[in-house]
T-cell receptor, first 110, second 113 residues
Framework: DQQVKQNSPSLSVQEGRISILNCDYTNSMFDYFLWYKKYPAEGPTFLISISSIKDKNEDGRFTVFLNKSAKHLSLHIVPSQPGDSAVYFCAARVYNQFYFGTGTSLTVIP | DGGITQSPKYLFRKEGQNVTLSCEQNLNHDAMYWYRQDPGQGLRLIYYSQIVNDFQKGDIAEGYSVSREKKESFPLTVTSAQKNPTAFYLC????????????FGQGTRLTVV
């Protein structure tokens, strides 16, 4: 049973606009949530994380929002750039194990 | 430069043969992980190790084996018992004192023919 879900397989956004990637989870024991970016045939690279006791974390153009009551988190990228085009994975941590969603492929159109 | 090295990048094996995927890190990380990625699926945990000489099964450990004899190395053996071994395999490492996230290698694409 998938504990971390990304229900949108793909997303297209115009350059300069906001990209919003969504993630839902089921396990209330997760203590950290993370976003990774991945290019084809490469390993994922860590982008940003948020503790389960926070509701927002910002790092440059990237902001992650956490809604614990809804068991939902989102990644906002503003402004979106063509170089942001990649697959984005949501991940959640419990007991030093990481659970990943299925990924959302973001295409930023110039 | 510190990092995680997986080798080889592409690997071909005949059905029924065991194959070992290499993962080496010089980040001085205690924890290491093996994940498998299939098309349209997220990363699924195969095995993980928190310290040397200790490892635990993940969600899909059947048909795989690992060892952790050195802190730097966490090789994964795909045995003939693994029914669908063709996949993209990712190794990761993490140190609790150096942040929340795990750092990933570049992956090994294993194709069994």
């Amino acid at each position: 049973d998938q504990q971390v879900k990304q229900n949108s397989p793909s997303l297209s956004v115009q350059e300069g606009r906001i990209s919003i990637l969504n993630c839902d989870y089921t396990n209330s024991m997760f203590d950290y949530f993370l976003w990774y970016k991945k290019y084809p045939a490469e390993g994922p690279t860590f982008l940003i994380s948020i503790s389960s006791i926070k509701d927002k974390n910002e790092d440059g153009r990237f902001t992650v929002f956490l809604n614990k009551s809804a068991k939902h988190l989102s990644l906002h990228i503003v402004p979106s750039q063509p170089g942001d085009s990649a697959v984005y994975f949501c991940a959640a941590r419990v007991y030093n194990q990481f659970y990943f969603g299925t990924g959302t492929s973001l295409t930023v159109i110039p | 430069d510190g990092g995680i090295t997986q080798s080889p990048k592409y690997l071909f094996r005949k059905e029924g043969q065991n194959v070992t995927l290499s993962c080496e890190q010089n980040l001085n990380h205690d924890a290491m992980y093996w994940y498998r990625q299939d098309p349209g699926q997220g990363l699924r945990l195969i095995y993980y190790s928190q310290i040397v000489n200790d490892f635990q099964k993940g969600d899909i450990a059947e048909g795989y084996s690992v060892s952790r004899e050195k802190k730097e190395s966490f090789p994964l053996t795909v045995t003939s018992a693994q029914k669908n071994p063709t996949a993209f395999y990712l190794c990761a490492s993490r140190s609790p004192s150096k942040g929340v996230g795990a750092f990933f290698g570049q992956g090994t694409r294993l194709t069994v023919v």
